[in-house]
């Protein structure tokens, strides 16, 4: 069974930076891995993805500040976080699976770790 161990969250102030990681194991290629968030009273949703290789896809509300990358012979994840506002506080969860990022941003995987948490004041 895939495994994912998420770090990184933490508070920052509004304009900040932080760098989520997710350390990912017991899985076989290919995999394609994502970044979700719950924001306080709403839905999860999806905020970006990356495909094996390295195709990206971010949430329209977090493009231009948002990267997501994997350095696959950590085989760790990365959402670098910048010019963070209040908005983007919540509960931050990895997730892999083997649908396209296209399905993958839409809920359709098949692992999730266990959340970090982020609050921008």
């Known amino acids: 069974d895939v495994q994912l161990v998420e770090s990184g969250g933490g508070s920052v102030q509004a304009g900040g930076s932080l760098r989520l990681s997710c350390v990912a194991s017991?899985?076989?290629?290919?995999?394609?891995m994502g970044w979700f968030r719950r924001l306080p009273g709403q839905e999860r949703e999806g905020v970006a993805a990356i495909a094996g290789d390295g195709r990206t896809n971010y949430a329209d509300s977090v493009k231009g500040r948002f990267t997501i990358s994997l350095d696959n012979v950590k085989n760790t994840l990365y959402l670098q976080m910048s010019d963070l506002n209040p908005e983007d506080s919540g509960t931050y969860y990895c997730t892999a699976g083997k649908a396209s990022c296209y399905y993958l941003l839409r809920g359709i995987t098949d692992a999730w770790g266990q959340g970090t948490q982020v609050t921008v004041s």
């Open positions: 017991g899985y076989t290629l290919p995999m394609n």
